[in-house]
């Protein structure tokens, strides 16, 4: 039996393909009495050819059999491919064996990172947004809704591109969430975007024509798929304690460098978020892209009351923190009540003293009735020079 020194990468999800060949290093004629292969992984074995009886007469010294097989790849890790072949020498009536393994590592091709958050409902009460002429600040409220955007970011850590990748999110039953795709992105997630309506669904024209993009991602690269999971009727009404469920399951297809159609079933599961730790929070959501030092810039902060009881918040700059990035004019304002599960947007005015990369921090929320104060993460703002005029 003969193996290869190596086979080259091996990643999870691509079919193992391998031709097994039992050579006659003897010179009397032999037969071939049985062939067994069967390959070993982490958790279990199986058996690609047991026992073939096909009795075959190998010819001194350049006689041989070929077995051609076939294995999914279903599991990382280790993994031992077993050869074992029993043969008869010519005027010989004992039944010799002869093994050979060979070991190899099944990499993973892929790595998911899943985000899920809910589909904030805005409240378009007035057909324009609605400006507070003494603070310059910007009020959007909604609440929080029960369908949910969810973001699959592949990543190809394999050190070879792939081509026609395909994913989609399988609902966990068939009565508990219709799940739609959205769109395809080339960018990974960032800590801030400008775009206030970025979880609006797109056109039923639009949204045919991202499902039918199939993508190609090079060795390094990330590439991001939105979908829309909407809970049913009876999964709602059924709901208890607010215990989180399952969305579903996320299912990739792909062609790799050398043509093969490779697929991961159940690649990762989908979970709903688990109910927020603390009664408010407030972040940072969106600020303009390009900044400049002493130009004043605006900066939108989100603020969600995950309570079942309203709220009366007070949002602020705190400016023993700001550092080189201070609040332009009123650097607090008082919300009115907040009902339960509802958000609030409020635009704050700022300006950078200096150009560099700075840490932005000192907003945060405080529940007025409690006294209770909650920070928005820091996020690095990278500030330009003055701009020429």
């Known amino acids: 039996l003969v193996l290869p020194a190596a086979f080259g990468n091996i990643y999870l999800g691509e079919p193992f393909r391998a031709i097994v060949t039992a050579t006659s290093a003897s010179n009397r004629t032999m037969s071939l009495v049985t062939l067994t292969l069967d390959i070993v992984t982490p958790s279990s074995r199986s058996y690609l050819l047991a026992d073939s009886r096909t009795r075959a007469t190998l010819a001194p010294e350049t006689g041989c059999v070929e ?17 074992t072949a ?84 399988l609902p966990a039953s068939p009565d508990s969430f219709a799940i739609t795709a959205l769109s395809v992105s080339s960018n990974p997630t960032t800590a801030a975007t400008g775009d206030q309506d970025e979880n609006i669904v797109n056109s039923d024209k639009l949204q045919r024509l991202l499902r039918q993009q199939k ?13 829309l999971a909407c809970p049913s009727r009876a999964l709602l009404a059924s709901r208890r304690g607010g215990v989180p469920q399952v969305i579903g399951n996320v299912d990739l297809c792909w062609r790799s460098v050398h043509g093969d159609d490779a697929s991961l079933t159940c690649a990762g599961t989908v979970y709903e978020p688990s109910r927020a730790d603390t009664d408010l929070s407030v972040a940072i959501t969106a600020v303009p892209r390009d900044l400049h030092a002493l130009e004043p810039f605006e900066v939108q902060c989100r603020v969600i009351n ?20 201070v609040p332009v004019g009123v650097s607090g304002k008082s919300l009115s009540a907040m009902p339960p599960q509802t958000f609030r947007n409020v635009v704050l005015t700022f300006v950078a003293l200096s150009a560099g990369a700075h840490n932005f921090y000192g907003v945060r929320a405080v529940d007025i009735d409690s006294r209770v104060s909650y920070n928005a993460d820091a996020i690095q703002l990278l500030i330009q020079k003055i701009a020429d005029r």
Do not use: W
């Open 306 to 325: 995950h309570s079942d009881t309203p709220r009366r918040v007070y949002v602020q700059v705190r400016r023993d923190l700001v550092g080189e990035i």
């Open 67 to 83: 077995q051609q097989i076939e294995y999914a790849l279903v599991e990382a890790g280790p993994h031992v491919l077993n050869c």
């Open 86 to 169: 029993a043969f008869e020498l010519e005027g010989d009536s004992e039944v010799q064996t002869v093994r050979q393994n060979f070991r190899f590592n099944v990499l993973v091709p892929l790595k998911l990172a899943i985000h899920v958050e809910p589909l904030l409902e805005q409240q378009h009460q007035n057909q324009a947004p609605h400006f507070n002429n003494n603070n310059n600040m910007l009020h959007d409220a909604g609440s929080l809704g029960h369908d949910y955007i969810v973001r699959v970011s592949i990543t190809n850590v394999m050190q070879t591109p792939i081509t026609s990748l395909e994913a989609q999110v």
């Open 215 to 227: 993508l190609g991602i090079n060795p390094g690269d990330t590439h991001a798929l939105l979908f």
